[in-house]
């Protein structure tokens, strides 16, 4: 079965545990570290329209002191979330899109996992430009998503 890629329109975030430069070429590939009944035949790169799937979505380190370094990109050519969802099991929940053509991400800032009160992520902006740093609110909604999902699960 042959499936077709289009045009995803808006900002598409992705999460590394390395930084890989301030622009990058991703070019698609078939992940090695992925979900036993995960798709591994199309090649891709793994984005979600917000920085809580990418983190739902990434068998990171949960530890204090884990670094993700944040990347986007607006508009891609790939799979869409219902497409996704029907290969990988929590695509619904994580927002999961692929990317199946090569394109240019940009580094954007860095969230810092600090143990307080349950797991809750601070984030460091490393560059001057205010159009790329969270608003307010995102930051908030993040930091609360995580700060209450870690104090339900303890």
């Known amino acids: ?3 077709e890629s289009h045009l995803l329109k808006g900002r ?3 999460i590394s545990k390395f930084y890989l430069g301030d622009n990058v070429l991703f070019v698609p590939r078939i992940p090695e570290s992925r979900a036993e009944s995960e798709n591994e035949t199309i090649a891709r790169i793994c984005f979600s329209r917000s920085i809580v799937g990418c983190l739902d ?3 990171a380190d949960r530890e204090a002191g884990a670094v993700f370094f944040v990347y986007s990109v607006e508009d891609i050519v790939g799979l869409d979330n219902d497409v996704v969802s029907e290969m ?3 695509a619904k929940d994580t927002g999961e899109v692929w990317a199946t053509t090569p394109c240019e991400v940009r580094f954007q800032y860095c969230i810092e ?4 009160y349950g797991f809750e992520f601070s984030y ?3 560059n001057d430009n205010e159009e790329e740093m969270l608003t307010e609110s995102e930051e908030k909604a993040l930091t609360q998503r995580y700060v209450i999902q870690d104090l339900i699960q303890d």
């Open 1 to 3: 079965m042959e499936i």
């Open 12 to 14: 598409f975030f992705h």
């Open 57 to 59: 979505a990434t068998p």
């Open 88 to 90: 990988v099991f929590d």
């Open 113 to 116: 996992n600090e143990y307080r």
């Open 124 to 126: 460091i902006i490393t």
